[in-house]
């Protein structure tokens, strides 16, 4: 069992920066793949960025690719996600999630655990 607790969302201007972290409760955490996923209003949850457990590997949706940085610690049991240049379409609600591996870091069904979300608003 993993908890997740997402922290560091807020308002920001377009082309300022914003990093995310997510806290994992379980001792188990570095036997997990980890995302970030995002749900803007009235759309579906959208993958964002992911990570191996082992760090080796790291995946990210082509519309923030060059712009986020997804790392992790398993010494403190924490991911985060370094977001700079904030455009206001990058504005949801941003989701941790852990997943046990061996499916596609890309979907939603293949995370087992999810945080309950921080909100990330960019203005223009």
């Known amino acids: 069992q993993v908890q997740l607790v997402e922290s560091g969302g807020g308002l920001v201007q377009a082309g300022g920066s914003l990093r995310l972290s997510c806290a994992a409760s379980?001792?188990?955490?570095?036997?997990?793949?980890m995302g970030w996923f995002r749900q803007a209003p009235g759309k579906e949850r959208e993958f964002v960025a992911a990570?191996?457990?082992?760090?080796?590997?790291?995946f990210y949706a082509d519309l923030v690719k060059g712009r986020f940085t997804i790392s992790r610690d398993n010494a403190k049991n924490t991911v985060s996600l370094q977001m700079n240049s904030l455009k206001p379409e990058d504005t949801a609600i941003y989701y941790c999630?852990?997943?046990?591996?061996?499916?596609?870091?890309?979907?939603?069904?293949?995370?087992?655990?999810w945080g309950q979300g921080t909100q990330v608003t960019v203005s223009s």
């Open positions: 999630a852990a997943s046990l591996g061996g499916r596609s870091y890309y979907t939603l069904s293949s995370y087992d655990y």
């Open positions: 379980g001792r188990t955490f570095s036997s997990y793949a």
């Open positions: 990570i191996t457990w082992s760090s080796s590997s790291t």
